[in-house]
Each structure stands twice: as structure tokens, then as C-alpha cells.
């Protein structure tokens, strides 16, 4: 029995859909396989006479293309379900081979990145700030180099919390799931938290020299570059830590997509957009910052802090 030729049209434009998602969910995979490439090029050993000796290499410059590539992998990311739904083409194949993606861009990738970031032989600082001198009389330097066991330790922790993150979201989210929200910190948004940091600090190291130097970027550099040296293995422990919690976190691309947002998201928007304005790049691992650790600190006050002021001022 021949099929009419609109039914192999339909049949055709279908399976084209179907193979759509399917291709962004690779190109997520692809970005995070690609930055992990360039990370793994970056380091103290690295052999310059490897490459074109005409082509100016930029160890700062190469971690700045590894965190982009990470938040590429974010888009195809966030395209992918959409246009799955859309397209009326969700499936057990797809969420299995977007879980198995993610842990790609979103586990190994991010956890590589603070390897090479937190590195006492080429650490954030000597990679990002390259040991400028600070206007303003401050050491850029860390007081310290934690031992490569240590970082290792917390990086195999970030891909084990990422993984179970996602085998988690798999087990718990069906079909009829909205989609409006998360239980624990997405595993794309830790991963961004993380590469985040490449790219604000070399926002803010390009406002701290030169002729165009900004004395507010010398003042707050000198502060929060060796400062950030040392936080930076416990802020992707804390991110781990999120991704397995179950504090709720909004699924901000599906709201703007469905234009669904208060007035407090347009508020929260309106800064945002007014931040990124006034300082750039440097306002990237700001915001991140803020999104996954604005929540679980507004519920351990509303848990534990408020109530003992609550009882305090009972009492007087």
C-alpha cells in the first residue's frame, strides 16, 4: 500500500524535527569536549613550539575560550529541551543522551577548569592577572598554594554531585512536568558559576591597567584577586554541595520564554541588565554568584537567623 504523498511529507518534516534536538544536544557535548581540549593545552609545561611560533599565545586568553565554549554548551542546552517540546519530539532517548551531554560540558568540563584554574604551578592568578603589579600597593598573589590532592579531591566531588544531579532530574521529571523550576541548583548553572571566573577576571584585569585604567577596578582587583585564589575551590565545593540539595531554583529560560516574570523578576532584570552596563564582563561571575547563592542564604536566614532575632525582640 502506497502512502499518499502528504502523509510522506508530514512523515518527512517529522522526522526532520525529531533529528533537530538530537543535533543540539551533540553540539552541547561538542562545545564541552572542546573546552576541555583547550584547558588541557594550559599550563606551566605547555610546548609553545608546538604551535605556529607567528601566532601570539595567551594561556589567559585560551581559559577565557574554554569558559565561552562552556557557556555555548549552556544555549544548545537550553534549545534543545525547548525545541523538543515545540516540536512535540521529547523522548527517553533524548533526556538519556542530554543527561549523558551534560555530565560532558556541565561535570568534567567545569571541573577541569578550576584543576587548571587553582593549579600552584599556574593558578587563577598567575593565568588571568599575569602577577601584574597593583596600583594601588596591594600583593595580587595568593598568600598560598593548596596541594593538587586537595583540588583534585574537590574537582572529582563536583563531577560526582553534577552526575547525580542529573540522574536525579532524569528519575524525578516526566513528561508533565512544567518545567518552571528545579529542585537543587542546575548543573549547567554550577558549571557557569565556574566559568564565570576566567571571564570577569579578565574584565576587570583590562580595567586595572593601562592608559584607561579605572581606579574603582585597582581598588576592588587588589582586594578580590587573591581573594578569589583562595575561595575558589570552596566555591565549586558549594556549588556541589547545591547541585544535590533541594533548594528550589527557577528555570529562568523557559519564564522568558513564556513571558512569565513579576514584577520582581522585571526588578531583578532591570539590575541586571543596568549592572552588565556599567562594568562589563566583570559583572558575569557577579551575577551567576548571586543566582545560585542568593536562595540558600535568604533560607538559612528565614531558618535560622530570623526566627532567634524574632525571639529576641519578644523577649525584650
Known amino acids: 500500500m502506497t502512502l499518499p504523498e502528504e502523509t510522506l511529507k508530514k ?25 576541555i581540549t583547550i584547558l588541557a593545552r594550559v599550563g606551566p609545561t605547555f610546548d609553545v613550539g608546538l604551535h605556529d611560533p607567528s601566532v601570539a599565545w595567551d594561556p589567559a586568553m585560551e581559559m577565557v575560550k574554554a569558559a565561552q565554549l562552556i557557556f555555548l554548551a549552556m544555549l544548545f542546552d537550553a534549545l534543545d529541551g525547548s525545541a523538543a517540546r515545540l516540536t512535540n519530539q521529547t523522548s527517553e532517548f533524548g533526556a538519556m543522551l542530554d543527561s549523558l ?59 560526582a ?28 548553572a554550577a558549571a557557569a558559576v565556574i566559568a564565570s571566573l576566567p571571564i570577569g577576571v579578565m574584565a576587570l584585569k583590562k580595567k586595572m591597567v593601562g ?31 547545591l547541585m544535590v540539595s533541594r533548594i528550589k531554583y527557577p528555570h529562568l529560560f523557559n519564564q522568558i520564554l513564556k513571558g512569565d516574570q513579576g514584577r520582581m523578576q522585571l526588578l531583578q532584570l532591570v539590575f541586571t541588565l543596568a549592572l552588565i552596563f556599567a562594568v562589563g564582563g566583570v559583572a558575569v561571575p557577579v551575577i551567576l554568584c548571586w543566582f545560585a547563592f542568593a536562595g540558600p542564604f535568604k533560607a538559612a536566614w528565614g531558618k535560622y537567623v530570623k526566627p532567634r532575632f524574632s525571639r529576641t525582640s519578644a523577649s525584650n
Open 161 to 188: 554531585c553534577a552526575i547525580l544531579r542529573l540522574a536525579r532530574f532524569n528519575v524525578e521529571t516526566d513528561e508533565e512536568d512544567t518545567h518552571e523550576g528545579f529542585s537543587g541548583l542546575p548543573s549547567p
Open 101 to 159: 551531554c551534560d555530565a560532558v560540558s556541565f561535570g568534567v568540563a567545569p571541573a577541569f577548569m578550576m584543576l587548571k584554574l587553582a593549579d600552584p604551578r599556574h593558578h587563577l592568578m598567575e593565568t588571568l592577572s599575569g602577577k601584574i603589579s597593583s596600583p594601588v600597593g596591594i600583593d595580587l598573589q595568593a598568600p598560598f598554594d593548596y596541594s593538587i590532592d586537595f583540588l583534585w579531591a574537590i574537582a572529582a566531588l563536583f563531577l
Open 211 to 241: 592608559a584607561a585604567a579605572v581606579t574603582w577596578a585597582q581598588q576592588v582587583g587588589g582586594v578580590v584577586l587573591p581573594a578569589l585564589a583562595v575561595i575558589l575551590p570552596f566555591i565549586t565545593l558549594a556549588t556541589a554541595v
Open 11 to 35: 512523515t518527512r518534516r517529522q522526522k526532520a524535527f525529531a533529528v533537530l534536538p538530537t543535533l543540539l544536544t551533540l553540539g552541547n557535548a561538542i562545545c564541552g569536549f572542546g573546552a
